[in-house]
């Protein structure tokens, strides 16, 4: 074997926890909880208990039949459990200060700060993560019934919050954007990516214990507690829905131009077609059609972004191949956001005081080249692409350019149209893992 050949990665599928690499199914209803760990051999019971029914990427079926779970802690949670420092401090240092420590990075900030968030979110009570997904909310209600013996029982450990969410069968978002389509292929996991013109990326990106891009492997210490493990953010992101479309109306010249404008936004159309394939009008054909509708490039066909604007919400999270400051490879990240609250009636342009928006979640094995950058550099900055200053006009606020000819159009003082309402930065162990936190000693 040449030294430029590698052997193919072989991952542990059955060690990795499933919500770290599959596609979530849809539709579907999920719920987070929280927990606050106060009893140390308590916080272990409740490790040994979740790994039991925590479900593998080589699962088919789920330990809790149609229910899929996944378990992750926080920085504070491994220190509730007694890890030992000299474990602690092998982990990324971004994740040991946690997501309100690194508000000025991300952009949380003013309506967005940690002090306006939802408590708990972004205080040291938060230890634990539990995620389940169902078919359908009666069927999550009634998987949650079962589990919640398993930790009332278990007086040390308390369940402090708890966020209920859906996934429509339309698969949109609060804003009413089909949602969830790019994700990438990962090396040795036999899933398919959505974008056949992207090569599979590096295990290493996305689990520790094998080589990433770069050709580093991220580990920890001891090798057991980081192999098969990875990084998740947690967000709970307000949408003021009725202002968003009250925005596109009063800025577009009539019902189509305020489709076109939108799109130009978001970079697709509502129905999920992408601008690149299809730039004078959405096509829902291509749309649902998910071996299509994300298979595009950016550099070849519209390097000026005169189709799909550098500054669109999804040019910005992916650029492609387009031509960038950053190797886009290297902060590519898994996605997944999943809708909460009440839809928005179509047509209503007032705001009806309801909760609602997006949970959401990236999955990586590298917080600060993935998440934190894209988010910094990327989403709240246009240097990038040479934009100056100007920030993501889905996320952010601000102005937005269109590249248009011969004269370019210029939307001016967005409004902030999404509010952070709080977060984590987790790790989600392998299930061996779990077992060893469920197994520690004093």
Known sequence: ?????????????????????SPRPTPYAATYILFRIDDRGHGRELMRR??????????????????????????????????PRESLDTFAWEFRQGMAARANVLG?????????????????????VLVALAPDSARLEAAVDRARPAYDALP????????????LPTETEPFGYRDGISHPAVEGSGIAGSNKLE?????????????????????????????????????????????????????????????????????????????????????PDLGADRYRNNTFLFEQDDPAGFTTPGGSHVRRGNPRDAAVAGVARLHRMIRRGTAYGPLLPEGVLEDDGADRGLMFAFVGAHLGRQFEFVQSEWMNNGVFFGAGDARDPVAGSGDFTIPRRPVRRRLVSLP?????????????????ALRWLGDLTD
């Open 199 to 283: 090569v599979p990326l590096k295990a290493g990106e996305f689990v520790l214990g094998y080589p990433d891009e770069l050709g580093g492997i991220q580990t920890l210490q001891p090798d057991v507690l980081g192999r098969n493990g990875t990084y998740v953010v947690f967000r709970k992101l307000h949408q003021r829905v009725a202002l968003f479309r009250r925005y596109l109306r009063d800025n577009a010249t009539g019902p189509e131009d305020e489709e076109l404008l939108s799109a130009k936004i978001m970079g697709r159309w509502r129905s999920g077609a992408p601008l690149a394939l299809c730039p004078l009008h959405d096509d």
């Open 156 to 167: 040390g450990v308390t369940a402090i919050w708890r966020q209920n969410c859906h996934a």
């Open 416 to 432: 902030q149209f999404v509010v952070t309402r709080g977060g984590e930065y987790c790790f989600m162990p392998g299930l061996t």
């Open 108 to 128: 949380d900030v003013g309506e967005s700060s940690p002090a306006t968030w939802e408590p708990p979110l972004g205080t040291p009570d938060v230890h634990v």
């Open 50 to 83: 979740v790994g039991a029914v925590v479900t593998s990427a080589a699962d088919t079926v789920s330990p809790l039949g149609e229910t899929w779970v996944s378990v992750a802690l926080t920085y504070h949670g491994l220190k509730a459990l007694g890890v």
């Open 1 to 21: 074997m040449s030294e430029h050949t590698q052997a193919p990665v072989k991952l542990d599928l059955d060690d990795i926890q499933r919500g770290v690499l």
